[in-house]
């Protein structure tokens, strides 16, 4: 009879280790080899956290760190929730999520849907459609500012043609209005090819057998879309609403590229007044009482949508 694996590594391990490992159980060797990990993952993301609470409590500054630290309550908290401007920088962040959610699923789940018909050259389509999602954002910060340049910007010339604008002085990302919905066009095209990948997978695991029992029961392909499309693949489309918002309300490189937040406030987002607050103006505690409070908005309302979303797995 040939020696096992288990067999040659359980003659290889001295006596004295032999004799402890069998005094342990299945879950606590389990708990051994897991440790490490968890010690890691606290340390690198707990510790943090619980470090900025404590900071948000505080005067500290960063660029002051021998000066006397004053332990002032919840007077950042207060001074961030009567601040005009953050509540601002809020509405200004909500009108980026809302657009670039609304245009990635609407145009993601109709690609997909389009994909899904497997015509001819339909790998070579999804593979080119995709390329956007593959770039850095620092690359395609660059290529869209060029696109929004005056006289050489193909995508400006064309808004400064449907607008009246002077094609040799316009540029979207310099006006207060159309600032913003330029973000949101770069945004769009960068990801929804990400939303059309999460859609394609949901159009995929429906059973054909569904569609074919539909058309025996006389199904219009309309009732068909509303009835077993649309309700199959709602819990793959708020799953891509949940991570894309998500990263959207940490949007920063991009904006940075395209606008630098400006021109004025119009494209600020949240995570452009952090940085500005922590690495401009250097009131570190001030900026950790303002990040607190933007992860409890995040977690609660992800924590609200995660709910709704089981709640929709489970239809």
Not at 88 to 114: N, R, Y
Not at 155 to 160: G, L
Not at 206 to 222: G, H, M, Q, T, V
Not at 258 to 269: A, S, V
């Amino acid at each position: 009879m040939s020696e096992t694996a288990m067999d040659r590594i359980a003659k290889a391990t001295p006596p004295r280790v032999a004799r402890r490992i069998k005094g342990f159980s299945d879950r606590t060797i389990a708990w051994i080899f897991v440790a490490p990990t968890i010690f890691l993952l606290l340390a690198v993301n707990i510790f943090p956290l619980i470090w900025t609470i404590r900071l948000s409590f505080t005067n500290y500054r960063a660029n002051r760190p021998n000066a006397e630290l004053d332990w002032v309550g919840l007077r950042n908290y207060q001074r961030i929730l009567n601040d005009g401007d953050i509540w601002q920088t809020m509405q200004a962040t909500a009108h980026f999520l809302f657009w670039t959610l609304f245009f990635q699923v609407l145009i993601g789940f109709a690609l997909a849907w389009l994909i899904n018909r497997k015509f001819k050259g339909n790998d070579l389509w999804t593979t080119i459609i995709v390329l956007p999602m593959m770039l850095s954002p620092a690359v395609v910060g660059n290529f869209w500012t060029l696109l929004y340049q005056p006289q050489i910007g193909l995508f400006n010339n064309i808004v400064a043609y449907f607008t009246g604008a002077d094609p040799t002085s316009f540029s979207m990302i310099g006006d207060v209005a159309l600032a913003p919905w330029a973000i949101v066009i770069v945004d769009t095209w960068m990801w929804t090819p990400f939303v059309m990948l999460i859609c394609l997978a949901g159009l995929r695991s429906i059973p054909d057998s569904i569609y074919e029992a539909a058309e025996c029961d006389r199904a219009s392909k309309w009732r068909q879309f509303w009835t077993i499309t649309v309700p199959m693949v709602l819990p793959f489309l708020m799953l891509a609403v949940l991570f894309r918002g998500i990263e959207n309300f940490k949007m920063f490189d991009l904006v940075v590229q395209l606008t630098g937040g400006g021109p004025g406030n119009t494209t600020t987002l949240t995570s452009i007044e952090l940085k500005r607050e922590a690495f401009e103006k250097w009131r570190t505690g001030y900026s950790s009482a303002y990040g607190i409070i933007l992860f409890v908005t995040v977690f609660g309302l992800a924590s609200i949508y995660v709910k709704a979303l089981n709640k929709v797995k489970e239809r």
